[in-house]
């Protein structure tokens, strides 16, 4: 789990990627209620715009820090999650679950994605996210279709 902050102001905002962003990792937000990849930014400040506006498709999730502090200035905002930007590759999860009881969990790799929409994926027969997956549904007494992402850190981050 990275690292997190929830903020609801531009004040809140600075504080909380100043506290969360080392030489090491990289800062993300989004807001807490959202749909797909709508709001959610990776701040960026080593990218080279040039680069992002000629090399990278219009829908980056990149951004610097002024231009997230230019946006978010303009008007309230809502609530965001700040938090550590984990790398790694990215699962969608798909479980079956009867009141915390697990009957099935699928692992996907997403290896294509288009608006934060997995569009390409293969399975896989990890057992650290199928554990994983079933301690959350366990703890939670999940229960029906439940969807969980992850993402698979390099092992140094352990």
Not at 19 to 26: F, G, I, M, Q, S
Not at 86 to 114: F, Q
């Amino acid at each position: 789990m990275p690292k997190y902050k929830v903020v609801e102001n531009i004040d809140q905002f600075k504080l909380a990627v100043e506290e969360l962003n080392t030489e090491a990792k990289r800062v993300c937000f989004k807001p807490s209620v959202s749909n797909g990849s709508r709001g959610f930014r990776v701040i960026a400040n080593d990218m080279d715009e040039h680069d992002l506006l000629f090399n990278e498709k219009p829908n980056s999730t990149y951004i610097s820090y002024n231009d997230a502090l230019r946006i978010l200035s303009l008007k309230p905002f809502p609530e965001l999650l700040v938090t550590e930007y984990l790398p790694g590759e990215e699962y969608s999860v798909d479980c079956l679950a009867n009141h915390g009881e697990v009957k099935l969990i699928v692992p996907r790799l997403r290896t294509k994605m288009i608006n934060g929409i997995s569009v390409e994926g293969e399975f896989v027969d990890d057992k650290n996210i199928i554990t994983y997956c079933s301690e959350i549904i366990k703890e939670l007494q999940l229960h029906g279709n439940i969807g969980i992402q992850v993402k698979d850190l390099p092992r140094e981050n352990f």
